[in-house]
């Protein structure tokens, strides 16, 4: 099938007016007033057309999960947000410690024929934190990082011999920061919120202990670190300091942590609880600075779906975790871009090009040659979140009844519409 996207403005490193000509998958032609026939043309006046989103950090849940989704699920929600590839955490059961696994859930993902869905492999076996998986045969299986996501590796040694066995293969560690002796069965921000709604604190120290860490031992072994979902202004200041140094490290957030705060929970919706916790309205300031300087790299979703009987819970007895597939690039145009912090090319970057390189990913401009992996997004546009009218089985969402601006329009990957807009 062949394309033709006409009169959209194009975000990709600059801003420009120009048409888009696809055809056998790849991005043919890129030119004003282009003179083509195609099977489909897409009017894309006062749209952007954007490289296709990346996300580094979502949960599928298959295998062992799928009450509370699955990777086809996870996928229909990913093109309904403009994702066009996404990078799954290894904490499903059992965890993706094996190359046999890493198979396994790349097959589903073909299957599924929406977003690309890129594995991530455990640091340790069963994420248990005692022994190191084997990332080389998942590498060779098609991992695109390690990360023992919702179980911090909590013993240095273990770390240390991860991030030096990592570097000798080139794989990325992606780190969940949290010293659990602090967290110690937390559930909310330590705070004044947390005190009024009389439920138990997780401190910053929990999540800035385990960076400082990582920063320590990244730099004595010059080797690459990722910290996921940075949430307080100490991490961000952290990580400022360590990269003025050099360390190889790099960092993403995620867009409750710069549209939400704690003061979420004094209703007590349970959609509000997640790991690390929103936190005060002085983080989400250092944290939208912390992209504005480029502290923070990346923007991710950490979507982690749950079943609804999961979450209809008391507070203290829920599981951690909010969607996000399909809110996130319209949480980061409505609280970065219009808000007028960044700009739309540096949005891409955050959202597209950034997350695609660190995992080793083809990184998609809008120029000929390249894989049509392409969105429109219409910037004007205004929608209320409704969670029950959301993709994929996972409803537990924290926006249902935010009004949010911006919308996708088309989701294209490798030439193929795979979501269009109502």
Partial sequence: MSLLIKNGRIIDGSEYKADVFIDNGKIMRVGENLDVTADVVIDATDKLVMPGLVDMHCHLREPGFEHKETIAGGAEAAVAGGY?????????????????????????GREADLARVYPIGCITKGQKG???????????????AVSDDGHPVMN???MRNALEYAKTFNILVIDHTEDTSVSDGGVVNEGVNATIAGLRGINRAAEEIGIARDIVLAESLDARIHIAHVSTRGSVQLIREAKARDVKITCETCPHYFSATDEEILSYN???KINPPLREDADRE?????????TIDVIATDHAPHSSGEKNVEFDLAPFGTVGLETALSLAYTYLVDSGEIDMPALVRLMSHTPARLLGLPVVHIKPGIMADIIVFDPDASR?????????????????GWMLKGGVDYTIVGGEIKYRGA
């Fill in 286 to 294: 250092a944290i939208i600075e912390g992209i504005k300087d480029g």
């Fill in 384 to 400: 209320t979140v409704k969670a029950s009218e959301l993709h994929g089985n996972g409803k537990n969402c924290l926006y249902d």
């Fill in 130 to 144: 005692e022994e190191l998986a084997e990332m080389a045969k998942m590498k060779e299986a098609g991992i695109v």
């Fill in 270 to 272: 349970t959609n509000a």
């Fill in 156 to 158: 240095s040694g273990i």
């Fill in 84 to 108: 066009t590839s996404v990078a799954c955490m290894p904490n499903t059961n059992p965890p993706l410690d094996s190359a046999a696994l890493v198979r396994y859930v790349s097959m589903r």
